[in-house]
């Protein structure tokens, strides 16, 4: 039997330059409906209209002064702070109310599709969650036939929670939906034979079930992602940035004790557990090729953090040789990006590889970094590579020109006033661009969740998912500032992790380094016609999202847009040139 599905993107805080991109995810489970018969649509409420929905004008005040305090260089003042928060507290539940009536509106026009069988709902982050939930109960009063399924990164880490927190959600798909989706669609209807689907979580009798894990082994069997008119409408019609992302690799071959993926339960007969799966260059030169000539587009994000170094040069290379016009941006793992070849970590090894993907068009570099303690790196964080690795590639990235981001996690419970000291050194010896910090968060599959005491992390296990939905990002804070977490910690108490975070960025900036920025800035600052120091382009770019200004984000997308295309039909990759070394360098 053929189904009509609706596949719903609605943000539960849309301030964040990432929520304007189009939902790669999203794209590739609607390719595999449709490469079956199934009709299917992606409903992406993430665009400028909502933002000014969820924003008024009577909102702007609170957060212009807390956008003035937020991105200003000195030490914050606590009385000042302990003022704003009050407003944020204040501003939060108006922004609520607001988020719930969208919420119902959306819900209404869904549930009055014609012959719809099932709706997916995206769930990216514990923000998601309330609205997704508002939404399946209105739907389920609505239309009482109609399956109610949940995917992404936080339904995939929390499935068993979700379904007891949210009896509107018939069912999770977990680990690759690709390989679940089409046999649900095909049974939708049909629950006695939802056991033999696999990556499914679904309640039986009041119990979760989980059913088979299997991963995609190959990702270039996949359908390509569909972004068209009739499936992504949001795309089509220039509400999301067409800053498309490339999908390079799945799963990782390390084993930080912080991420889930290193720990996780996924397991698959062929695959192994969570191993890291891999695209062919071809492949993602086919796509980056199929994106430019329906839409133009010139720029990419090419996705996958676990990618070993062979297959990031292999895509460089292969980049080159077709001859592409386009600009990425990517992330590296620091031990695989200073050992390309597999074996001795020869400092030239990285020099190359790094040099190749400048010439390649590369612009922006997300580096991983963690901390610039090497004992904080063996023991809290199982990184895998050393601090002068590290320093190797972050420098060696601002060394070719690429638009350098490291990502640091501060404060651990380890954390004492020597590593934040090796943290800021090996800053001041490498000089990112940017050195966005996040406070740590203990997530279930990874080492940090599974032996939590001996991390220096107090977790109640009973309580962590609904700690976490109660920690949520507040309005109109950034997610990633004045943040509580849903754990503990034997050396600090909440209040002084925020303090001591705060600090850390205070100092970060008054190095000269942003302390916020992704690497995709300088793609957005090109194409938008931004001439000034990228600095100031971000800085005006956090102020925008921070106040809420709506027109002037959608202003950026659609000059983006524009600007890609030009970028496109104008612009070429010039031959890497290395420049003359100069005495003493």
């Known amino acids: 039997m053929k189904t009509k599905s609706l596949i719903v993107n609605f943000p539960g805080y849309p301030f964040d330059i990432n929520q304007l991109l189009p939902v790669h995810q999203l794209a590739s489970v609607a390719a595999c409906l449709l490469a079956e018969g199934h009709e299917t649509q992606i409903c992406d409420f993430a665009t400028p209209d909502t933002m000014a929905t969820l924003f008024p004008a009577e909102a702007r005040d609170t957060a212009t002064a807390l956008a003035d305090y937020l991105l200003m260089d000195s030490v914050p003042n606590p009385m000042t702070t302990l003022h704003l928060l009050w407003r ?16 119902a509106r959306a819900t209404g026009w869904l549930a009055s599709a014609r012959h719809l069988d099932f709706v997916v709902l995206h769930l990216a982050t514990a923000d998601d969650f309330h609205g997704a939930a508002t939404m399946a109960e209105g739907i389920k009063a609505l239309r009482p036939g109609v399956g109610i399924v949940v995917l992404g990164a936080f339904a995939d880490l929390f499935a068993v929670d979700l379904l007891d927190a949210a009896q509107a959600f018939d069912c999770v798909c977990v680990g690759d939906p690709e390989h679940g989706i089409v046999g649900l669609a095909d049974s939708i209807h049909e629950r006695d034979s939802w056991r033999r689907i696999p990556n499914l979580v679904y309640r039986d009798g009041g119990r979760a079930v989980a059913t088979e894990r299997r991963t995609v082994v190959n990702l270039d069997h996949l359908p390509a992602p569909a972004y068209e008119q009739e499936v992504y409408p949001a795309v089509a019609a220039g509400d999301k940035l067409h800053l498309f992302g490339i999908e390079e690799s799945r799963g990782c071959g390390g084993s930080c004790r912080g991420c889930p993926q290193a720990g996780g339960p996924g397991r698959d007969r062929e695959a192994g557990p969570l191993s ?63 050992a390309p070849g597999g074996g001795a970590k020869r400092p030239e090894q990285c020099e190359v590889l790094l040099r190749g993907l400048q010439a390649s068009g590369c612009v922006g570099l997300t580096v991983h970094a963690e901390t610039g303690s090497q004992r904080l790196l063996d023991d809290h964080f199982g990184a895998g590579f050393t601090v002068t690795q590290l320093e190797r590639v972050l420098r060696g990235a601002r060394g070719q020109g690429l638009f350098t981001v490291a990502r640091l996690t501060f404060p651990t419970p380890p954390d004492d006033r020597h590593t934040r000291a090796e943290t800021l050194r090996l800053l001041e010896r490498t000089m990112p661009h940017a050195a966005p910090v996040e406070m740590p968060l203990v997530l279930p599959g990874s080492a940090w969740y599974s032996n939590a005491a001996s991390f220096g992390y107090a977790i109640s296990r009973r309580h962590h998912f609904a700690r976490i939905l109660r920690h949520r990002t507040q309005f109109p804070l950034p997610p990633d500032r004045w943040r509580l977490l849903p754990q503990g910690a034997d050396t600090l108490s909440p209040g002084q992790a925020i303090a001591a975070h705060e600090e850390l ?14 690497d995709g800035a300088p793609l957005l600052a090109q194409a938008a016609g931004h001439n000034g120091p990228l600095g100031e382009f971000i800085v005006q770019l956090q102020r925008d999202l921070l106040t809420g200004n709506a027109p002037a984000v959608a202003r950026l997308v659609a000059r983006f847009n524009q600007g890609i295309r030009v970028a496109g039909t104008r612009a070429g990759l010039h031959p890497y040139a290395p420049a003359e070394k100069a005495a003493n360098n």
């Not at 587009?297 to 592409?324: C, K, M, N, P």
């Not at 960025?505 to 992704?518: E, K, N, S, V």
């Open 505 to 518: 960025l205070c100092d970060i900036r008054q190095q000269g380094i942003l302390a916020a920025g992704f």
């Open 276 to 338: 890291r799966r891999t695209k062919s260059a071809a492949a993602v030169c086919d796509e980056i090729e199929a994106l430019a000539g329906r839409y133009g587009a010139s720029a990419f994000r090419i996705l996958g953090s676990g990618t070993e170094a062979s297959r990031i040069d292999g895509v460089a290379s292969a980049i080159l040789a077709r001859g592409i016009r386009a600009s990425y941006t990517r992330t590296v793992h620091p031990a695989a990006a200073d």
């Open 88 to 103: 944020v507290r204040t501003a939060d539940r108006a922004y609520r109310r607001r988020h719930g009536v969208a919420c």
